[in-house]
Every structure is written in structure tokens, then in C-alpha cells.
């Protein structure tokens, strides 16, 4: 190793000053920069700072971007969030260590040029299952693209990654939108907008491209719209790169060569790509026409993702053009804050970080504290493995955000908010803080005085629960305390402080706009409005989804989503993450609204709805979920800290084959004690999927502690058998990273029951379905 | 004024005090871990959880906010299973043993682990102190005890046990004058048969302050150890110098006089009488005589007059001492690398030597003890209410915990399998202003107290110790010493 350039954590704490609340942003820097934090540069942050160097150690540790060791040059993130989990997550990340090489308890390949890290959730749940490296996004992998994936990135490494920007060109044109959110550019738009700029460049076609916001189909991703002036636009989806310029000259003029600027970089979004192109949805088909898409619009409204996919999200004019900021305006102007939290109450707006409290009286409480400051924080650090709403918001309507929380800092008589953005979503801490400079450039926050800054996360579920979130803000570790005092009363600093989730502060301006009585229309009488979901999994159609209150989880994945892909069996959806439960098939008509889903066992949370199907191990999903809720634990609680590991080694037994009688019984009582004995809410709602799984997938634990796996999920529990349809084509063992399989051309394969790990890597490149499981 | 209810109870409460401030005050008993009065709370253990009436819910009393109107529960058996999980929760992964397995072995219960830590520092003058005041005969028991405590040592898993015996040997022979008992009670008891027993249950009541009187047929005292071991296991003059410490402590000694015979049995069973004589079967069952069927190895023997004494002693209602306490973590088997983390600062080195020992031979034995009893064994919160609550060591451990022993902090060592993470320590260190520098680390189970950095004085090395619930900090053997 050479010498770590210590020089830095000096620059650091000139730049971001060397308070304790500065704690957070100095380690990122380090961070970032040298892609660990060294005990060197520890040492000088200590000594700058005057915390001591244990208790740096301590806050670091606490948070899951920060590493202690050195790394490879360049770092692998294997996304083993609830989506990309049930679609394989786990062979791909051992994929990923076989052919890199990299030995057992180690992360980091010999010539020390990748390292390999399971983190949970990208936010790319629709690209399940995503990998990262470095800031290129690989998309819907599998085992045996692995080496692919990895040729691509060394490429891409080597070669020049140019970045652009489409200018406009001149007079009335047409355009073709592109959306350019995390997961469209995953998905391909990064390479379509390369294409896009060839045909246009190529034919000539006059038209100016605009990136716009999420168009919400995500699962369908790269989608192109292309907008004739003065007619209706048409969406393309899986384009193939080489008809593009014929769909283009079909609806656009061409006009000899445009004009088209290529300038610096203001964006990093085209770095990232897709690895796998999907097939092609409906080629050729305008979209709009099809069953499919007024399916998956159909019981949507939408209220938080109003005019999505029309504009550039940091287009400040288009979102005033489209009614954003009036109102803002009629706050500042007409309305005083008591009329304003009047509005909120007769919206019924409840609180979309999960539990649903009522926002008016949460904005009423902030408002009568004593003293003259408050805060505002705006709960972006969205947790739960799976979910991707509070993303998509930040990225595509960064203004709504803004000013929902604008007008949320009025009522309460803030003048101070922050946006606290989860560590992994670059783009959005990118987005807001650039639409917050934009917005300060016209004036639009400096008349009032509010001051909105944006707060990075590092990493930990837990501070998603509002007291930690603030001990995090204070450069503390993420710990939750005991509410009473809640942090409406004592909050950041001790100051009164309003925490809402995104959604909730985006919602707040359509409410003002349209009316609280509008919004309370919409959705059932005790949950008004509409909520975003993620819609992920085994599932036809992903991506951001929003319909009122009151619809079925069954509307939801049979018409929105499309039902269950490839023929198989709707077996539960999973609602509200790792605090949530499972829904049974059985159950799928239960309403969507906060008291009918406390009702069976589940929570509304934030808003992941992961759709599982017959393959799915009802058990395994249980363990996947404990062992997250294990390893995010902040570690305070008896109960949480060694109540979940007790729970996640009985489960581990089950699925290991070494469950005994009485385990079942024993798992319950622990789930109980845990949800009883917690003191934050992490803790209480960890036991969660274990019990609804437990009570609704009785059978399928009891065949596991007969040592069965019904679903064929858990590899001790199962063996993988070549029948005769093989083809002798030797892609298994090809494949195969425990050379289980002898290379026999044209002639049956046999799996070596000794070596075999039972990965499935065989099962899954087999081209003739001749692995089964046993 | 603002109240709340415990158990039905209205308490009056003050304005932001916690449940646990108001319960006390009103006289209501919660039972506390991780809570040290007057120190800040870290709400962490949930030992002292109250039910919230009518709600499945738990509050730590001594974290959370008295609110007026509040309906608690504390004295219910829904409430008291709670904090008996909550212990048991903290038990599952408690890496540590009450009271080691050397101890629990001699069935005379010296206190090895303190004899070695004496021997350690060579600090023999304590060292002989200790075996004269707990073993009676202890030169005797150098030479031939049948050393069970170094069949369970743990060092033995890994090379040798440690030669404890020889070491107890060394320590017997030093020269600590023999001196009569203090006499503290008016009764004097007679005690019949001289040997191994009968010796142990005399020395054990003088040494509690009773008068005692030694009958024996036999013309010599202890004449059946001189006939049962040969001069050259336990050479004669040492087992006279030993008996007469015995009677140095003033014991009255008639020989000669076979009871029953010569002397009735009502002559001497005033108030009581311990019979430590054979498989005699003249002995009239009345309650004042007090029957040791002493059999076995000598140790056992001895063991059994002491508990004979015990068993007077209590019987006359004269035992003010507390009483052991019930509850006993037991550490698992520890494999090799966890061995070589338990001896982490011991002598490294096998044994070679064999009785007599040389001071410096005696000193690198004793050297190799690991350690295994607790330091705070007789004051530590969990194992007071473990024994309370009645909890147990019921679920089965993480195959990934691992014993471990943290020497990076100054002064003293760091047994992360103990700690309850309660961050006293932690606090008590940063109030001290003195770069001890230690923090909680981690997270989920994998949470532990860490320093990287350590400085610190003596002073706050000790106050850390001390304020340790569990004994997961303590004194490095050579800050003994100090």
C-alpha cells in the first residue's frame, strides 16, 4: 500500500468545518476518495475534530458504505434486495466470486482489481437482479453472463466513456423523450440515447430530445416517446438500436443535418448500461394501443407522479408551466399556516413512511412548540430492500419535494429543512441538490428565507426510524431513543423538528393546488389519496406504480402488473419490506389502506409490494428478511439484537435440514418476545414476515423440519438430477463453479451429488430444461 | 398533579422523570442491569421492563418518560417471564463462568483461581494465607490429594492442566505461624474420630469461633492417615506439623476415650455432636449428633467434616453469611483457537515441573492459569437476578461467537463474550477527559465495546472495572500488583 494522502481530511474539514454534525459528510469524503477509511486518516480527522478516534471508529462502523480495509480498484455492488433475491441474486454474487476467483472469507481478487460487496438494494428492483460496478449498472443477470458482464466492464474501463447533452435545436419541432431515471438508463437508455443521437444525426430527422421523467413503466425500460409537433405522441419500448431511425422518420420530419451541441458533462447518468437487453416487449406496437399498457394504467391516478414522463425533471419552467410552485405561492400568499394545516386535515393525508399518522396533526404539534426555530427533514433514506419509491420522487420530481417541504416549513414556521438522501442513490442527492441551487437562483427559497440543504445517508435501515435519522444527522450513530419526547418537541439539536417521508411532502402541493376535499375523494374514508408502490418481483410489469387507497393487492398484480409471469401460480406478495408481512394468494383481495393491511398481519410501510410466485421458499424469504432486520439492528435492545439472531438460528436450521421438533413453537414465542421488548420500531415489526409466513405457510415449515423444501429453494434440502432430455450440448458444465459435471459431448451429463453445491447455475443455462430438482 | 399507576398503585409523578425514578420513590422494587444509579441510562437491556396495561408492549422503566395517565404492570408473572427472557436472551450469548470449573471441582472449594493469580504475582504470603484459611491440612492435601480439579482444568484441553496441587503444595509450605482462633461463640462442640473428617470438622468450628473437643480411641491423633499413606507419600513429621496447627487453634484433644464406652453419648452431646468415626453403628439418631459417612479419596473426607461443621454451624443459628448464589453460567467447551485466546497473557509454555516446586517454577505454573472464574462473580447484577428470575442458559449459543480476549486496552483485559453492551464504561471514560478512547462499534450482533486508540490512567482504568456490571472488564494480572 502506498502512503494514504492524509492531506485530505484536511481539505475535508476546511470545506465542510469540523463539527460533530459534520461528522457524517466528513467520512463520506474520505470515503469516497480513497475508498476506505484508513486508520491514518482517522487518526487526523480525530485530532482535527476533537472526537476521539473510537468513537469516530464507532459512528463509522455503524454505517454500512464505510470500509476499514483497503479495497480493489474498482468495486462490485451485488444487489440482494427482496427483488433481486427471489430473481437469483445469490448464484450471481457466487457467479461473480468463481470467476473473479476470489477465495473463500475473502472480497477482493488477487490482483486486487475488483471487490466483491452484497449490498442491500440499488433501487433498480425492476432490473432484478442489478449489479453496480463502480457507477455502471448492470441489469437482469444471470450466472452465465457473469464473465460477459465483467469482458463489457473492462471495455468500458479502457475506452473513452463520452458524455452528452442534446441540445435543442430550432423552431417547432417534435421531440422524442427519453426517460433518463436510474433504471431506464440501467436498462439501456444510456446506449438507446447513443443510438438515438446516431439516427437523428444519420437521417437527419429534426426534432429535439428531451430526458424526461420516469415515464413509470420501468419494467419496460428503454422506452422512447416520440412526440410529432401538434399530435399525439407514440411509445416505443424495447426498440431494437437499428430500427430506430425508421421508426423516427415515420413520424418526424427530416430536414437535413441538425444542429446539435455536444457540451460538458452535466450529468453522469449515461455511464450507466445495461448489460442484458430484454426481449423486445411489443416492437413495432404503439404501446399505447396495446391490452398491456391501458392494463397497466388503468386503475392508476395520479396524484405524486402527476405529468411524469412529460418533462425534464430539472426543468424548473416546464414545472411551473404545469402548475408547480402556485401552490406555494398561495401559501406565501393568502393562506396563513393555520390554513394551511386546515387544508392538510381535510385531506386526511396520513403519513406515507408507514405508519400512517395523521400529517396535520404532526405539522400542528411542530407549529404550537414553544421557541422560535424548527426544522423540517424530508425522510429520503428509503430502507427497505425492494422499494424504490422515495428514488423515483427524488429523481423525477424534485421541485414537487421542494416544494411540498417549502410549504411544510411555512406552515410550521421553519426556515431551515434538509433532505436526507440515502447513501446509495447517487442521482437523486445529485437531482436535489441541483434542482435546491436552481430554485435558489430564481429566488423561489430566498424570499421566504428557507434554507433546504441536502444530507446524505451512509447506509443503515434504521435511520429511516425519525429518532435515528436525527442522532445520524448529528453525527451520531444511527441509534433510535425512546419516544416520548418525540422529535416534534426535541428534535435535530434538540430543536422542534417535522420528519415526513417524501411521498408524504410531495403530495402536500397537489393537496393545496386541487384542495384538501379533493385529495380526501380519492382512496377509502380513513386512508384518503393514493399511495406509490414499487411493484417488483414475479411479476409481468414492474416499476413505479400509484393508485388511490381502497384497491386490491389482486388489482394491483393481476391488472397492473399483468399477473405472474411464465405461467406459474401467484403464491404471496410481500407488502412493507422487512417490517412487513407476507399476503397469501389466498388473501390477494384485501384491500390496499392502512387498517385493512394491519388487519392481516401486514403493514402498508413505505410502499415495496414484491410479488412472489410458486418458486419462492416461503422459509427462505422469512430467513432473507430476519437476516436483513439481524444485520441492520442498531444492536441496542436485548430483545431486537439477540432475539433476531436466536429467531435467524432456527431458521438457518430449517433451512439447512437441522430444524428439530419444537423449533416452530419456539420461533413464535421469540417472535413474539421480540415484537414485545423492542423499543423502535425496526425491532418491533422485525418478526413480522416470520409470523405471517408461520401463520399463513404453516405446511411448508413443517415439511422443512421433515427436511423437505416443497418450493426446491433451499440447497441443503433438495439435489439437482440431469434427466434425459440433455442434449449433451455441455453448457452445465461449462458452467458449473464446483466442476460437479463431467464434460461429455452429445451424450447425457451426470451431476457428481458429492461435489455439487446445488447453485442451480445448471438448471438455469440448461437450454433443454433437463435439471431437476429433487 | 399528574399520576400514574403500577400495579393498580397511583404514584404521584414528577415532571420528566422516568417510570423507574417515580416507581423507587413510591417504593416499588424494578429490578436493574444495565442502569447504575446516577449515571446516564442506556436503556438497553430491557431487565427492567414494565408492561403497558392492556397493550403487549414492554417499556424500560429506566429510560422511559413517567406520562400522567400511564396504567403500568411490574409485579405480574407476565412481567417477571418477560425480564427472565430478557436475562435468558443476554445468557444465550454470556461467554463466561460464574465460578471455575477447578472450583466447582474441589470438593473442598478452594478458591484455585484466586491461588493462582497469587502465585502469579508472587504474591505468596497471600497465596499461603489463602490455602490455611480454606483448606484444613493443607500440606497434607499437596502432597496427596487426588487433584480433581486438574482433571477439569481447561488449560488440560489444550496441553497440560495446570499443576494446581503442586502449587497449592508450594503455598502450604510456607511458613505462616499457626495461632489460636478467635472465640466468638460460648458453645463448644464435640467431635468424635480423628481422621481426615474429623480433623476437617474441628478445624473448620474453631475456625468459626466454637470451643472443640477432638475424641478419638486411638492412643495418636490422626493415626489412620499416618497408617494409610507411607513416609514417602506423606512423610510422618509433616502430618504431625500439621495436626498440630490443628490443635494450635485450640482444640482440645482426648485420646484414648472411645465414646460410647468409656464416655456416654449424653456426656458429650452438648449442644452437638459431629461423629466422623467409621461405619460405626452405636450412634444414637437423635438431632444433636450430626453423622459424616466420610468415604472416598481424602479430599472427600475433608470435605465432608467441613460441611459437618457447616451444617452445626447453621443448626445453631449462628450463620449470618449470605448464602451462594444459586444461579452458575457455564462457559461451553472452548476449541484450541479459543483456547489460545482464553491463555492470552498467560505463561504459554506446557508443564514440566513436578512437586517441590522452586518459587520460580511455582510462579510460571501458576502463570499458566487462564483465568476462567469471574471477577465479580459474588457482586454481578446478572447473576443475581438470573438466580432471582430463575432464568437459565437455555438457548443455544451462535456457532460464529467466539471467546475472546481483548488485551488492547490499557490496564486491563476485555471479554466482549460478557459485555451487555450497557456503554458504561464508555461514558465513564469520556467523563474522565482521558484518552481511553473507547466507543461502541458495529452493529446488529456483531455490536461490541472497541478502543483503537487506548491511553488511560490507572484511575480510570478502575472506575471503568468497577462500573462494569458484568465483569467484562478486568485487571490485567499484573496490574494486581500495582
Redesign the interface.
Known amino acids: 500500500m502506498s502512503a494514504v494522502d492524509i492531506s485530505l481530511v484536511d481539505r475535508a474539514v476546511s470545506l465542510h468545518g469540523a463539527g460533530r454534525a459534520q461528522l457524517l459528510p466528513l467520512l463520506l469524503t474520505i470515503q469516497r476518495h480513497l475508498h476506505y477509511l484508513p ?1 491514518a486518516a ?2 487526523r480527522l ?1 485530532r482535527l475534530t476533537g472526537i ?7 459512528v463509522a ?2 454505517y454500512a458504505i464505510f470500509r476499514f480495509e483497503p479495497m480493489g480498484k474498482h468495486l462490485i455492488k451485488v444487489c440482494d434486495g427482496t427483488a433481486c433475491h427471489v430473481k437469483g441474486s445469490i448464484p450471481v454474487y457466487d457467479a461473480i466470486r468463481h470467476h473473479l476467483g476470489i477465495a473463500a472469507g475473502a472480497d477482493t481478487d488477487e490482483s486486487g482489481r475488483f471487490t466483491v460487496q452484497k449490498v442491500f438494494c440499488l433501487g433498480c428492483c425492476t432490473l432484478a437482479p442489478a449489479v453496480q460496478i463502480d457507477d455502471l449498472t448492470y441489469g437482469h443477470l444471470a450466472p452465465d453472463t457473469i464473465g460477459g458482464m465483467i469482458d463489457d466492464f473492462n471495455q468500458q474501463a479502457k475506452g473513452h466513456r463520452g458524455s452528452w447533452e442534446l441540445a435543442e435545436a430550432r423552431g417547432n419541432l417534435g421531440e422524442v423523450r427519453i426517460c433518463m431515471d436510474s433504471c431506464c438508463i440501467a436498462r439501456g437508455c444510456g446506449k438507446s440515447l447513443q443510438s438515438l443521437e446516431k439516427a437523428i444525426t444519420d437521417n437527419g430527422i429534426l426534432a429535439r430530445v428531451r430526458r424526461v421523467s420516469c415515464v413509470v413503466m420501468c419494467e419496460r425500460a428503454p422506452m422512447l416517446e416520440v412526440a410529432p409537433a401538434g399530435s399525439a405522441p407514440v411509445r416505443y419500448s424495447g426498440l431494437p438500436d437499428e430500427d430506430i431511425g425508421r421508426v423516427l422518420r415515420q413520424h418526424l420530419p427530416t430536414a437535413g443535418l441538425l444542429h446539435r451541441l455536444r457540451n460538458g458533462v452535466t450529468d453522469a447518468l449515461d455511464t450507466l448500461l445495461s448489460w442484458e437487453e430484454r426481449e423486445p416487449v411489443e416492437r413495432y406496437a404503439s404501446p399505447d394501443e396495446a391490452p398491456g399498457v391501458a392494463a397497466f394504467f388503468g386503475p392508476q391516478v395520479h396524484v405524486a407522479t402527476e405529468h411524469f414522463g412529460a418533462s425534464d425533471p430539472l426543468d424548473l419552467a416546464a414545472y411551473r408551466g404545469a402548475g408547480g410552485f402556485l401552490a406555494l405561492e398561495r401559501c406565501r400568499g393568502e393562506l396563513t399556516p393555520e390554513a394551511i394545516i386546515e387544508e392538510i386535515r381535510a385531506s386526511g393525508l396520513r403519513g406515507r413512511g408507514g405508519a400512517g399518522f395523521a400529517t396535520a396533526r404532526k405539522w400542528e404539534m411542530v407549529r404550537s412548540q414553544p421557541g422560535g426555530l424548527r426544522y423540517v427533514v424530508c425522510n429520503g433514506d428509503e430502507g427497505d430492500p425492494g422499494a424504490f419509491m422515495d428514488r423515483m420522487l427524488m429523481e423525477s420530481f424534485p421541485y414537487r419535494v421542494i416544494e411540498g417541504m417549502a410549504i411544510a416549513a411555512r406552515a410550521v414556521g421553519a426556515n431551515e429543512a434538509f433532505v436526507y438522501v440515502r447513501a446509495e442513490y447517487p442521482f437523486a442527492v445529485e437531482r436535489m441538490r441541483e434542482a435546491i441551487r436552481r430554485c435558489e437562483q430564481v429566488g423561489l427559497l430566498g424570499g421566504e428565507g428557507l434554507k433546504l440543504r441536502v444530507f446524505e445517508g451512509a447506509g ?1 435501515f434504521v435511520c429511516g426510524e425519525e429518532t435515528a435519522l436525527i442522532a445520524s444527522m448529528e453525527g451520531r ?1 444511527g441509534i433510535p431513543t ?1 419516544r ?2 418525540y422529535p416534534a418537541e426535541a428534535g435535530l439539536h434538540e430543536i422542534p423538528t417535522l420528519i415526513s417521508n417524501v411521498e408524504t411532502f410531495v403530495m402536500v402541493p397537489w393537496i393545496l393546488r386541487e384542495g384538501g376535499a379533493a385529495f380526501a375523494r380519492l382512496g377509502t374514508p380513513q386512508s384518503t389519496g393514493t399511495k406509490v408502490f414499487a411493484l417488483a418481483g414475479k411479476v409481468a410489469r414492474g416499476g413505479l406504480i400509484e393508485v388511490p387507497m381502497g384497491v386490491t393487492i389482486r388489482q394491483i398484480v393481476e391488472e397492473i402488473g399483468g399477473g405472474v409471469p411464465n405461467g406459474k401460480r401467484l403464491k404471496a406478495v410481500l407488502i412493507g419490506g422487512p417490517s412487513g408481512g407476507c399476503v397469501p394468494a389466498s388473501m390477494a383481495d384485501a384491500t390496499i389502506d392502512y387498517e385493512s393491511l394491519t388487519g392481516i398481519g401486514a403493514i402498508m410501510g413505505s410502499g415495496g409490494l414484491v410479488v412472489l410466485d410458486e418458486d419462492d421458499c416461503m422459509v427462505s424469504i422469512a430467513r432473507y428478511f430476519l437476516d436483513f432486520c ?10 431486537c ?6 429467531m435467524l ?1 432456527i431458521l438457518d436450521g430449517l433451512c439447512q435440514g437441522r430444524g428439530e421438533p419444537g423449533d416452530l413453537e419456539l420461533l413464535e414465542e421469540m417472535a ?2 421480540v ?3 423492542s ?1 423502535c420500531g425496526l425491532g418491533r415489526t422485525a418478526p413480522n414476515p416470520v409470523t405471517t409466513a408461520l401463520r399463513h405457510f404453516r405446511a411448508e415449515y413443517d415439511a422443512h423440519l421433515q427436511g423437505h423444501c416443497p418450493a426446491g429453494v433451499c440447497r441443503s434440502l433438495i439435489s439437482l438430477h440431469i434427466n434425459d432430455r440433455c442434449i449433451g450440448c455441455t453448457l452445465c458444465a461449462q458452467h458449473c463453479p464446483d466442476n460437479a459435471i463431467a464434460m461429455t459431448p452429445y451424450q447425457l451429463h451426470r451431476i457428481d451429488q458429492e461435489a455439487c453445491t446445488r447453485c442451480g447455475i445448471c438448471r438455469q443455462v440448461c437450454p433443454e430444461d433437463a435439471v431437476e430438482v429433487h | 398533579m399528574a399520576n400514574l399507576t403500577i400495579d393498580g398503585r397511583p404514584i404521584e409523578i414528577a415532571a420528566g422523570e422516568t417510570i423507574l425514578s417515580a416507581a423507587s420513590r413510591a417504593g416499588i422494587s424494578i429490578p436493574t442491569l444495565c442502569w447504575i444509579d446516577g449515571c446516564a441510562a ?6 427492567c ?1 414494565v408492561k403497558v396495561a392492556g397493550a ?5 422503566a429506566c ?3 413517567a ?1 400522567s395517565g400511564m396504567a403500568l404492570e411490574s409485579d405480574t408473572d407476565e412481567v417477571a417471564a ?1 425480564r427472565r ?2 436475562l435468558e ?2 445468557l ?2 454470556h461467554l463466561g463462568e460464574c465460578v471455575a470449573m477447578c472450583r466447582r471441582a474441589c470438593p473442598a472449594g478452594l478458591d484455585i483461581p484466586l491461588l493462582m493469580s497469587h502465585g502469579a504475582a508472587r504474591r505468596w504470603d497471600e497465596a499461603a494465607a489463602l490455602v490455611r484459611a480454606q483448606l484444613p491440612l493443607a500440606g497434607v492435601l499437596g502432597r496427596v490429594c487426588h487433584a480433581p480439579c486438574e482433571k477439569v482444568c481447561r488449560r488440560g484441553a489444550l496441553d497440560d492442566p495446570v499443576a494446581i496441587r503442586s502449587i497449592e503444595h508450594f503455598a502450604a509450605e510456607r511458613d505462616v505461624a499457626a495461632s489460636p482462633s478467635e472465640r466468638r461463640f460460648d458453645e463448644t462442640i464435640a467431635v468424635v474420630g480423628s481422621g481426615a473428617a474429623g480433623l476437617a470438622a474441628a478445624w473448620r468450628l474453631l475456625q468459626l469461633g466454637y470451643g472443640c473437643i477432638l475424641y478419638d480411641a486411638a492412643e495418636a491423633l490422626g493415626e489412620s492417615l499416618r497408617v494409610q499413606y507411607g513416609e514417602a507419600e506423606l512423610p510422618h513429621a509433616i502430618l504431625a506439623a500439621e495436626l498440630a496447627r490443628v490443635v494450635a487453634m485450640g482444640l482440645e484433644v482426648r485420646l484414648g476415650v472411645a465414646v460410647g464406652h468409656d464416655l456416654s453419648w449424653q456426656e458429650i452431646t452438648q449442644p452437638m455432636t459431629i461423629v466422623a468415626d467409621g461405619d460405626r453403628d452405636d450412634i444414637p439418631e437423635v438431632e444433636s449428633i450430626v453423622r459424616v459417612r466420610a468415604a472416598g479419596k481424602l479430599v472427600q473426607q475433608v470435605a465432608a467434616g467441613l460441611d459437618a461443621a457447616m451444617i452445626v454451624h447453621r443448626s445453631l443459628a449462628h450463620d449470618q453469611s449470605a448464602h451462594d448464589v444459586a444461579f452458575r453460567s457455564m462457559l461451553r467447551r472452548l476449541d484450541d483457537g479459543e483456547m489460545l485466546e482464553f491463555i492470552k497473557g498467560c505463561n504459554p509454555a506446557s508443564t514440566s515441573v513436578e512437586a517441590p516446586l522452586s518459587a520460580s517454577q511455582a510462579c510460571a505454573e501458576a502463570s499458566r492459569c487462564g483465568q476462567c472464574d469471574c471477577t465479580v462473580a459474588a457482586s454481578c447484577q446478572l447473576r443475581v437476578l438470573s438466580a432471582r428470575y430463575e432464568a437459565r442458559q437455555r ?2 449459543r ?1 456457532s460464529d461467537a467466539r471467546y475472546e480476549r481483548r488485551t488492547t486496552l490499557p490496564h486491563m483485559y476485555f471479554l466482549p463474550g460478557k459485555c ?2 450497557c456503554g458504561q464504561c464508555v461514558r465513564v471514560a ?1 467523563e474522565a477527559g482521558e ?1 481511553l ?11 461490541t465495546v ?5 491511553r488511560a490512567s490507572l484511575a480510570t482504568a478502575l472506575a471503568c472495572i468497577a462500573i462494569c456490571p458484568t465483569g467484562a472488564l478486568t485487571m490485567r494480572p499484573e496490574t494486581n500488583g500495582d
Open positions: 486508520p482517522l487518526d480525530s476521539g478516534e473510537a468513537e469516530i471508529r464507532g462502523s455503524f443503515a450513530r425512546l416520548p419526547p439481524q444485520q441492520e439492528s442498531c444492536g441496542k435492545c436485548t430483545f439484537r439477540v432475539g433476531t439472531a436466536r438460528d413474539a418476545d415484537s414485545a421488548g423499543l | 442506556s436503556g438497553s437491556c430491557m431487565v421492563a403487549p408492549r414492554y417499556l424500560p429510560t422511559a418518560r406520562e418477560m427472557k430478557a436472551y443476554l444465550g450469548d438457548h443455544p451462535s451487555i453492551l469520556q484518552p478512547d473507547l466507543g461502541i462499534q458495529g452493529r446488529g450482533m456483531r455490536t472497541g478502543g483503537s486508540n487506548a
